[in-house]
Nanobody, 121 residues
Framework: QVQLVESGGGLVQPGGSLKLACAAS????????MSWHRQAPGKEREMVAA????????DYAASVKGRFTISRDETKNTVYLQMDSLRPEDTAIYYC??????????????WGQGTQVTVSS
């Protein structure tokens, strides 16, 4: 059974930092494309950061580039999202995703339950 468990969300002032963690079980994170997505009230879910399987190349949404950093710790089977210089518009529920292309079947695609991030003074 695959589980992705996010943690680290909370309330932070503008300009502050948070570090989210996504602890995986049932999969090996370096064998999956791992990503963080967020969904604000009334808006669609959007990808904010991704790290590829194997070599670990990264990609970021334009709105967070230079402020957020995605990383993984293979010894802990965990993916992180370091969020700096937070803004009120970063307020959202943040979700972890694991995806892997498969042969002759739909891709493996798993989601965590989400963690709330609120940026407010």
């Amino acid at each position: 059974q695959v589980q992705l468990v996010e943690s680290g969300g909370g309330l932070v002032q503008p300009g502050g930092s948070l570090k989210l963690a996504c602890a995986a079980s049932g999969i090996v994170v370096n064998m999956y494309g791992m990503s963080w997505h967020r969904q604000a009230p009334g808006k669609e879910r959007e990808m904010v950061a991704a790290i590829s399987s194997g070599g670990g190349g990264t990609d970021y949404a334009a709105s967070v580039k230079g402020r957020f950093t995605i990383s993984r710790d293979e010894t802990k089977n965990t993916v992180y999202l370091q969020m700096d210089s937070l803004r009120p518009e970063d307020t959202a529920i943040y979700y972890c995703n694991a995806r892997r292309i498969a042969t002759s079947r739909p891709p493996y695609n798993y989601w965590g339950q989400g963690t709330q991030v609120t940026v407010s003074s």
